[in-house]
Every structure is written in C-alpha cells, then in structure tokens.
C-alpha cells in the first residue's frame, strides 16, 4: 500500500511539474523530436496581433496578409524542414486592451509555437512582459521602438524594422545639412514610438531651430490645434514621426491653412499608396474633393528595404510576383514588401532552429545569425543586441514611389556617427526560398 502511494504521488509530481512548465511556456527540451508548442510533424503554428480595423488599419492591415501570402508561398514549395507554417493573425483594432485578451489566447488556448511581428508600439508594449513571461518567442514586432532591443529584460523579444532612434538621427542628419538655419516643426505620436524619433531628431537638429513640437494620441482625430500652433510657428520644415492615418489628417488641416512647409515623414507614416487613398477618403467625408497624390509629391522619407517601384530589383519581382498569385486584390505598396520582407526573415530564423526547432533554438539562432535579404542595410542581431535593421536611406516621394536619394547609411542609437553601407543589396534567390544554413 505504501508503494503504491509513493509511487502515485511520484506520478502526481512529475504531471505537477509538467502543467508548471506547460504554464511557464517550457518547450520541452533541445533535442530529438521537438516538443515545442505549436510544432507538429507536419506544421508550426504562430500567432500575431494585428490592426485589422481602428486607426491603425489603413495601410497596415495589408501586412499580415502579405505575410501570410509569403508563408503560402513557402508551403506551396515544401515548406520548411517538411512543416507548413500556419499563421493565425487576430484583429486587436490597435487598442491595448484588445491586445492583451487576443495575445493571451494565441499562447494559452491557439499554444502558438511564436508570436511573429504584433504590431504597434502601443499595443505590444502591454504584451512584452507577458510573452517573456512565458517564455514565448516574441520576434520581429512590427515597431521601431527602442524597447524591443532589452536582451537582459526580455530575451525572447526582437526587432525587426529600423528602430525610431536610428531613423530619427538619420533624417535629423539630412535636415540639418539640406535645412541649415530653417524652422523646423515636430508633429509625433505622444508614445515611445514618436518620442523616440524625436530623441534622434534631436541629436543633429539644433534646439534653437525647433521652433514648435506637437504631439498626438492615436484614437482622436482632431489634430486641428496642433496643426494650427504649427503653421503660426512659420516652420519651414515640419517633421512627422506618425502613422498613415495622422500624415494624412495634418496634410489634410495644412491645405486648410494654406500652409506649405517641406514635409519629413518617418518611414511608417510615408507609403504613397496609402497616404493618396486616405487623403482622399477623409476629404470626401469632410465634404471636400481632393486629389491626393499631389498632396504628397516631393515628401522626404527613408526606406531600409527594396523599394516597391523599382521593377529592376530582384525583391521587388519576388515580391510581385507572389502577390499576383495569392493577393492580387490588394494594392502593391511597401506594406506588401513590408510584410513579406519580415515573413522572409522568419523563415530564415526558423530554418536555423534546426530540423526539430524549439523555442530556445529559434532565440539561440537570431542572436547567432548573419542573415542577409530584402534589407538595404545589415541587422544588429546578437547575444547583445535584438535590434533589427541599423539604418536606411533618405527617399522622396515621385509618383506612387519613393526614390532612395544617395547612399544607405548605419548607425546607432546613441551618439554614435552616421556612416554609409556600401555593400550591395544581396539578390533574391531564384525560388524565392531563403537557403538553409
């Protein structure tokens, strides 16, 4: 009787510690079969949380989509090691709260085998503890935040896009060069993203020549104020560090005002496509009629990935050429590129974990990693640093493209100088699929 107790509590133990690890976010080892969640024989599932409606949608909302559209590529070709990738995005319509209900499902009821490029600055910063908690990969978040690249707080958690302090200090260079002794205006989001543009802006554009800074909160659409205080400041050049939705309403209020600074605008807020559609979309339900493209020729800009009108670029033919097949009905912007550049990288990540990933051997291989691909510039992965791209190029606005203007350029984001790349962009391989190893 006694044996018989022992050994049931034995049993009891061990299921103990194994729901424990289960609720840590455990995988279950390194080696041999993987027992990861979300890793099947013949599938990996990961999750992201995305702005399928709210504020953010507009533009943004393409992203999963052309991911997933790279990752059925990938599937349709033999996936990789044998396993489809199985790609659940969930609409948290840019709202943290919604954000942390559907991430919280993803890992405990979807058992996601990685959270892949959540988006938002917002919206993931409410996550970011939670999946490190657990022990979840958390790679690529689609944000140039700062916050991502913290190994020692969060190990699980990378960048992917260049973060707002390199892209703030590399057009805050271009400014002060092109700009010398002109105003300059701040128009950002009041959160780290915003804020961390400026802390770059910062470092190269002298204080005195700032002569306004207004910031926004996403959700509210009246910018009018802010719009206003910075067209009666006489900037000559306004910088904006906003997402689609915020470009478009302030080009909108400046028309209005019949204000006509030179426009800066950060990377994620400067898609041609989607800036003409929401300048056109919001004049209409404002009872005006306007033609936006227009409105946005001759807008500086950076890129740090191949440019969507470059018909020449090997990328951009890859790119093409799997959205005419899975997702013809969306326009073809740098949200496409966008989202089957980070998808490319994961699948080069994954690849790395080996023929039987876990999670720590998906972290393990980033921090290792050399990878090269639609980038224009290098990443900084490394045991030290899980920040992503370290640079871009200046661009401008002609047509429905950005044209890169000059040299791509690296930094940091510290005080360290501003230094042009000059090894080429690498080609993309003739199948699409990235090389093992």
């Known amino acids: 009787m006694k044996r018989l107790r022992t050994r049931a509590l034995a049993v009891m133990t061990a299921a103990s510690l194994a729901i424990a690890a289960s609720g840590c976010g455990g995988d279950g ?226 028309l209005k005002l019949n204000y006509k600074p030179t426009f800066v605008v950060s990377n994620v807020g400067s898609d041609p496509i989607t800036l003409t559609g929401l300048l056109e979309s919001f004049a209409k339900k404002g009872g005006a009629e306007v033609k936006g493209s227009p409105l946005i020729q001759g807008m500086i800009t950076d890129g740090y990935l191949a440019a969507p009108g470059d018909a020449s670029n090997s990328w951009t033919q890859l790119f093409k050429k799997i959205h005419a097949q899975y997702i013809p009905k969306l326009p073809f912007n740098g949200n496409i590129v966008y989202g089957m550049s980070v998808a490319y990288t994961f699948v080069q990540a994954l690849q790395a974990a080996g023929k039987n990933p876990t999670r720590k051997a998906l972290v393990e291989a980033l921090e290792k990693s050399h990878f090269t691909g639609p980038g224009v510039v290098p990443f900084a992965y490394s045991k030290e640093s899980h920040a992503g791209y370290t640079g871009a190029v200046i661009g401008k606005i002609q047509g429905e493209n950005v044209v890169p203007e000059g040299q791509p350029l690296t930094t940091d984001d510290g005080d360290g100088p501003i230094q042009p790349y000059t090894t080429p962009q690498p080609q993309a391989p003739a199948n699409g699929i990235p090389a093992a190893g």
Not at 91 to 119: C, E, H, M, R, W
């Open 29 to 254: 080892g390194d080696g041999g079969d993987s027992a990861a969640p979300g890793v099947t024989a013949t599938t990996v599932t990961i999750g992201s949380h995305q702005p399928l409606t709210g504020p953010a949608a507009p533009g943004y909302s393409a992203n999963s989509a052309a991911s997933k559209a790279f990752f059925d590529y990938v599937n349709a070709n033999g996936g990789i090691n044998g396993r489809k990738i199985v790609y659940k995005y969930v609409d948290d319509a840019y709202n943290p709260t919604q954000t942390v209900s559907v991430t919280q499902k993803l890992v405990l009821q979807d058992k996601v085998f990685a959270i892949f490029n959540g988006l938002g600055t917002p919206t993931h910063s409410k996550v970011v503890d939670y999946l490190n908690a657990q022990r979840v990969p958390d790679l690529f978040v689609a944000s140039g935040c700062g916050c991502w690249d913290e190994p020692q707080k969060h190990p699980q958690t990378f960048g992917w896009q260049v973060d707002y302090i390199r892209e703030g200090k590399i057009l805050g260079d271009h400014i002060k060069k092109t700009f010398a002794g002109k105003k300059v205006a701040y128009f950002f989001q009041n959160d780290d993203f915003g804020q961390d543009g400026v802390k770059g802006l910062d470092k190269y554009i002298p204080k005195a020549d700032v002569v306004s800074r207004q910031s926004y909160q996403p959700g509210s659409t009246d910018i009018g104020a802010q719009a206003q205080a910075i067209a009666q400041s006489k900037a000559d050049v306004v910088v904006l560090f906003s997402i689609p939705t915020y470009t478009a309403l302030f080009r909108l209020a400046a």
